[in-house]
C-alpha cells in the first residue's frame, strides 16, 4: 500500500477529501500538509458584496483531514525532494511518500511598492481580501458622505467581478466607491465577447472608469504609477494582476514558468515524476487542461490502483458573477448568458459551499 501525501491548503476541499478518504479505507496511508486555517475562495466574492459574514470564509483543515481520517500536518512546505521521496518542511522532521498531490495556494504576481503597504490589497492570499472588505467597511461608516476611490491593477474575470461586489457593498453599508479598473490589455479577454460588453456595461453604469493598455507599473505613495507616466491617486489599492506560484516550487526544482506557476502534462503530472500531480490555482498544465478537483482526485485514485492517470478535461467549470441588478452572467467556453436563472444557479452553490 502506498503512503499518499497531499501538500497545501487546495486539499482542504470536503467533496476532494471525502473521495480521496476512500483510498484510506482501501488500506493506503494519507497525510496532509497544510496551515490549518484555510479559506473558501468561492465565499469571497459573497462576504464582499456584504451579504454573507467573513467567518463564512473560514475553514478547518485540521478538523477536516481528521473528519476524513487523514493525517494532519499543520506546517507550511519549504522543499521538496523528488529523487528522494521526501517533503521538507518548516517546522517538523521530513516526510516521505510514494505518491505525491500538489495544491498549494497562490500568490499574487509582485508589484513594486505594494508589499508592505497599508492601502494596497492583493487578490492571493484570500485572507488580503478579507482585510479589505473590513478597510472598505470602515471608510464607508467613518466617512458616509465621502467616495472611497478604489483602484485595481488587473481587468480579467477576477477583478471586474470583485468590483461588481464592491459596488454593491457600498450601496449596503450606504457608502460610495469610485473604481478605477487599470489593465495590461483588453478586458475581460476570457469570456466571451458579448459577455465581456454587458459586465462592462454594468460596471460603467456604477461610473467605474475602465483603461485598457494602462498598465500599472508601481505604486509610489498613495499613487498607481502607470507605464506612460501618468499617475492615478487612491485611497486603496487592489492588485489583481494575476496568479503566481509560492517560492518552494522553483526551489524543488519542478518545471514551473515565468510566474512560479506549476507546470503539469495534460493528466495533470508533473513533468519527470510520474507519482507526482497536481491541480488548483497554483498549477498551469502544459496542453491548457483545466487542473481540477475531479480529474485530480480521479488521478490519484488511478495512481493509487496501479493504473493509468486519464486527461484532465479542457474547460474549466462555468463562471457565475452576481451583476447586482437583480441578475448574474453564466458563460461556459462560447456560451453564456444573463439573467435571473443565472443568479439563482449562482445562490444555490454558494449555499452548498457555505451551508
Given at each position: ?238 492588485n489583481a494582476t494575476g496568479a503566481a506560484g509560492p517560492g518552494w ?107
Amino acid at each position: 500500500m502506498s503512503r499518499i501525501l497531499l501538500l497545501g491548503g487546495g486539499h482542504a476541499r470536503p467533496p476532494l477529501l471525502h473521495r480521496l478518504a476512500r483510498l484510506k479505507r482501501a488500506g493506503h496511508d494519507l497525510g496532509l500538509v497544510a496551515p490549518a486555517s484555510q479559506f473558501w475562495a468561492e465565499a469571497i466574492p459573497p462576504i464582499l458584496a456584504g451579504r454573507v459574514d467573513p467567518a463564512a470564509a473560514s475553514l478547518d483543515a485540521a478538523a477536516m483531514a481528521t473528519r476524513h481520517g487523514l493525517y494532519f500536518f499543520d506546517d507550511d512546505i519549504t522543499r521538496i525532494d523528488p529523487a528522494a521521496g521526501q517533503v521538507h518542511r518548516r517546522q517538523g522532521e521530513p516526510l516521505g511518500f510514494d505518491l505525491l498531490s500538489i495544491a498549494p495556494t497562490a500568490l499574487t504576481r509582485p508589484l513594486p511598492g505594494t508589499g508592505d503597504h497599508p492601502r494596497c490589497f492583493s487578490t492571493r492570499p484570500l485572507p488580503r481580501l478579507l482585510a479589505l472588505h473590513k478597510a472598505l467597511v470602515e471608510r464607508f461608516r467613518q466617512h458616509p458622505g465621502r467616495a472611497v476611490a478604489l483602484t485595481i491593477a488587473g481587468g480579467g474575470i477576477t477583478a471586474c467581478g470583485l468590483a461588481l461586489a464592491m459596488i454593491a457593498l457600498a450601496a449596503r453599508e450606504g457608502g460610495h466607491i469610485a473604481i478605477t479598473i487599470l489593465t495590461r490589455g483588453r478586458l475581460l479577454t476570457r469570456l466571451p465577447e458579448p459577455a465581456g460588453v454587458r459586465l462592462i456595461e454594468a460596471l460603467a453604469a456604477h461610473g467605474t472608469i475602465l483603461q485598457e493598455m494602462a498598465p500599472v507599473l508601481r505604486v509610489e505613495g498613495n499613487e498607481a504609477v502607470l507605464e506612460g507616466g501618468d499617475r492615478i491617486a487612491f485611497d486603496l489599492f487592489l492588485n489583481a494582476t494575476g496568479a503566481a506560484g509560492p517560492g518552494w516550487l522553483r526551489d524543488s526544482g519542478l518545471a514551473v514558468d515565468a510566474d512560479g506557476l506549476l507546470r503539469t502534462d495534460a493528466h495533470l503530472s508533473v513533468p519527470g515524476f510520474g507519482r507526482i500531480v497536481a491541480a488548483g490555482e497554483a498549477v498551469r498544465p502544459t496542453d491548457g487542461q483545466h487542473p481540477g478537483w475531479s480529474a485530480l482526485a480521479a488521478n490519484i485514485t488511478a495512481l493509487a490502483g496501479s493504473r493509468p492517470p486519464h486527461p484532465a478535461p479542457q474547460q474549466p467549470p462555468p463562471c457565475l458573477i452576481d451583476v447586482g441588478d437583480g441578475t448574474a452572467l453564466a458563460a461556459w467556453g462560447r456560451w453564456w448568458t444573463l439573467g435571473g436563472p443565472a443568479l439563482w444557479a449562482l445562490r444555490w452553490l454558494e449555499g452548498r459551499w457555505l451551508l
